[in-house]
């Protein structure tokens, strides 16, 4: 829309106050921080002699600008936002933590007092009573020791830590190292869970570990929840004699297992294509990788790393049922600009709701 404003066809007098605070055309920004918001406390009014004879001329190219810095100061203030956000709500359950590629991954869930990864332990992973490891890389189990040794300090009871079968041996010769150089005390119940064994974290929740493919051995997580059902030839039964029944010792319900939550780690796009990963696909929150977000690298590079690809999520979102789908594990070389543009294309192609995860990450404004 173009809109006409009066102004000087010749150069404007100084003693004469001028529509604008300065006497050329505003360059929106200045300096190198951030571009100049632009209120009405910037502008004068015309003096009346001036106004009532204005030469009018097309402001199109002005008022481009204004927008201009309307729209990358909104970008802004948005990008902080993204930066500050220190917990997500997605599928009625609260998120935090953070995930950047090669430097730390730890997701927290509180409802379930648990932990996926624990990176460098962060503060907040102190407090949960369950770690699941998916594999031995340093950004997801480096600071392992630490979190039981802060739980110790304390006074929390010890933690539940869950890991790949393959590398049990492994992690009690790590913490042999840290009680025999710190001389401490450090107690905790270590879990070798492997893929398709059920794990109950208390009576209406419990844990199954799925297949994964990384560049060592992996493994995600599914958190069910668990109800009872009725068994179909015990309904038309009263309540005196459903009673009777159960007191007998007889087995009058089904258990209904409810993906919640799944987790994948580090790995390639390939267990999308698992059928015996069915249940990650279709849980409530489904948190996965996508390391790599645009053309600058290909799928066939994410695969030899071990890693997924946006475009490999993108096609095969078919597969994907959960309600909302948390992306994790960007490259930091990616901007937060750069994430939420490229989740843009997948939110199209998926009913889901796509949230990235972005602590951690800078703004291009920062």
Same mark, same amino acid.
């Given at each position: 829309?173009?809109?006409?404003?009066?102004?000087?066809?010749?150069?404007?007098?100084?003693?004469?106050?001028?529509?604008?605070?300065?006497?050329?055309?505003?360059?929106?920004?200045?300096?190198?921080?951030?571009?100049?918001?632009?209120?009405?406390?910037?502008?004068?009014?015309?003096?009346?002699?001036?106004?009532?004879?204005?030469?009018?001329?097309?402001?199109?190219?002005? +008022?481009?600008?204004?927008?201009? !810095?309307?729209?990358?100061? =909104?970008? #802004?203030?948005?990008?902080?936002?993204? *930066?500050? /956000?220190?917990?997500?709500?997605?599928?009625?359950?609260?998120?935090?933590?953070?995930?950047?590629?090669?430097?730390?991954?730890?997701?927290?869930?509180?409802?379930?007092?648990?932990?996926?990864?624990?990176?460098?332990?962060?503060?907040?992973?102190?407090?949960?009573?369950?770690?699941?490891?998916?594999?031995?890389?340093?950004?997801?189990?480096?600071?392992?020791?630490?979190?039981?040794?802060?739980?110790?300090?304390?006074?929390?009871?010890?933690?539940?830590?869950?890991?790949?079968?393959?590398?049990?041996?492994?992690?009690?010769?790590?913490?042999?190292?840290?009680?025999?150089?710190?001389?401490?005390? +450090?107690?905790?119940?270590?879990? !070798?869970?492997?893929?398709? =064994?059920? #794990?109950?974290?208390?009576?209406?929740? *419990?844990? /199954?570990?799925?297949?994964?493919?990384?560049?060592?051995?992996?493994?995600?997580?599914?958190?069910?929840?668990?109800?009872?059902?009725?068994?179909?030839?015990?309904?038309?039964?009263?309540?005196?004699?459903?009673?009777?029944?159960?007191?007998?010792?007889?087995?009058?319900?089904?258990?209904?297992?409810?993906?919640?939550?799944?987790?994948?780690?580090?790995?390639?796009?390939?267990?999308?294509?698992?059928?015996?990963?069915?249940?990650?696909?279709?849980?409530?929150?489904?948190?996965?990788?996508?390391?790599?977000?645009?053309?600058?690298?290909?799928?066939?590079?994410?695969?030899?790393?071990?890693?997924?690809?946006?475009?490999?999520?993108?096609?095969?979102?078919?597969?994907?049922?959960?309600?909302?789908?948390?992306?994790?594990?960007?490259?930091?070389?990616?901007?937060?600009?750069?994430?939420?543009?490229?989740?843009?294309?997948?939110?199209?192609?998926?009913?889901?709701?796509?949230?990235?995860?972005?602590?951690?990450?800078?703004?291009?404004?920062?």
């Amino acid at each position: 829309m173009q809109i006409s404003l009066p102004l000087f066809s010749s150069p404007p007098n100084p003693k004469t106050p001028s529509l604008l605070p300065f006497q050329q055309l505003p360059n929106i920004f200045h300096g190198k921080g951030k571009p100049t918001t632009l209120t009405t406390r910037n502008f004068h009014f015309f003096h009346p002699k001036i106004e009532s004879n204005p030469f009018i001329v097309k402001a199109s190219s002005f +008022l481009s600008g204004i927008g201009l !810095a309307i729209e990358e100061e =909104e970008d #802004y203030r948005k990008a902080r936002a993204a *930066v500050i /956000r220190k917990g997500i709500e997605l599928g009625g359950y609260a998120i935090e933590g953070l995930s950047i590629g090669g430097q730390e991954t730890c997701i927290i869930i509180p409802e379930f007092k648990c932990a996926f990864d624990i990176g460098r332990c962060p503060t907040r992973a102190i407090h949960q009573n369950f770690v699941f490891i998916t594999h031995a890389h340093l950004d997801h189990i480096g600071g392992l020791p630490m979190y039981v040794a802060s739980r110790g300090l304390y006074s929390l009871k010890p933690p539940t830590i869950f890991v790949p079968p393959c590398i049990k041996e492994d992690v009690e010769k790590l913490f042999d190292i840290h009680r025999a150089m710190g001389q401490v005390e +450090l107690n905790f119940d270590l879990v !070798a869970l492997d893929v398709g =064994e059920t #794990y109950e974290l208390r009576n209406d929740v *419990v844990v /199954r570990p799925f297949r994964t493919q990384h560049v060592i051995p992996s493994q995600g997580y599914v958190i069910y929840s668990v109800r009872k059902k009725l068994k179909k030839q015990y309904i038309h039964l009263k309540g005196k004699q459903i009673e009777k029944l159960k007191k007998s010792g007889v087995q009058i319900t089904d258990m209904i297992l409810s993906p919640e939550v799944a987790f994948t780690g580090d790995t390639t796009a390939e267990y999308m294509l698992d059928p015996r990963n069915a249940d990650a696909l279709r849980a409530k929150v489904l948190i996965t990788e996508a390391t790599f977000l645009d053309e600058n690298f290909t799928t066939e590079h994410a695969r030899q790393r071990g890693h997924t690809h946006l475009f490999e999520i993108i096609e095969n979102a078919k597969w994907i049922r959960s309600k909302a789908i948390l992306l994790t594990h960007f490259s930091s070389r990616y901007s937060v600009e750069d994430i939420r543009e490229a989740v843009l294309k997948l939110q199209s192609k998926v009913s889901a709701k796509v949230v990235p995860l972005t602590e951690g990450f800078k703004s291009m404004y920062s």
